[in-house]
Nanobody, 123 residues
Framework: QVQLVESGGGLVQAGGSLRLSCAAS????????AGWFRQTPGKEREFVGA????????VYSDSVKGRFTISRDNAKNTVYLQMNSLKPEDTAVYYC????????????????WGQGTQVTVSS
């Protein structure tokens, strides 16, 4: 059974940084791309970014490009989301997910999801 567990969320002031982690188990993590999404109440899940299975390629949404960085450690079965220069509009529940696609970017391309971790950015 595939399990993804996010951690690292919390409350931070605008301009601050957080690093989210997503630990995977139940599948050969290095064979799958990984991505991050976020969601606020009443809105659709929004793509944040994704990284290829090797870590050699990554894509980001325009709203986070230049501020967020995705990385992965396949030896630890973990993917990270480094978030810098945080803004109040980054407040959301953040989800990680895995995908058999090379570098996925839409919800439908991901097959397993974590439970999410709350990130709150105060102004």
């Amino acid at each position: 059974q595939v399990q993804l567990v996010e951690s690292g969320g919390g409350l931070v002031q605008a301009g601050g940084s957080l690093r989210l982690s997503c630990a995977a188990s139940g599948r050969t993590f290095s064979r799958y791309a990984a991505g991050w999404f976020r969601q606020t109440p009443g809105k659709e899940r929004e793509f944040v970014g994704a990284i290829s299975r090797t870590g050699g390629g990554a894509v980001y949404s325009d709203s986070v490009k230049g501020r967020f960085t995705i990385s992965r450690d396949n030896a630890k079965n973990t993917v990270y989301l480094q978030m810098n220069s945080l803004k109040p509009e980054d407040t959301a529940v953040y989800y990680c997910a895995t995908s058999p696609k090379w570098i996925p970017s839409v919800v439908q391309e991901f097959d397993y999801w974590g439970q999410g971790t709350q990130v709150t950015v105060s102004s």
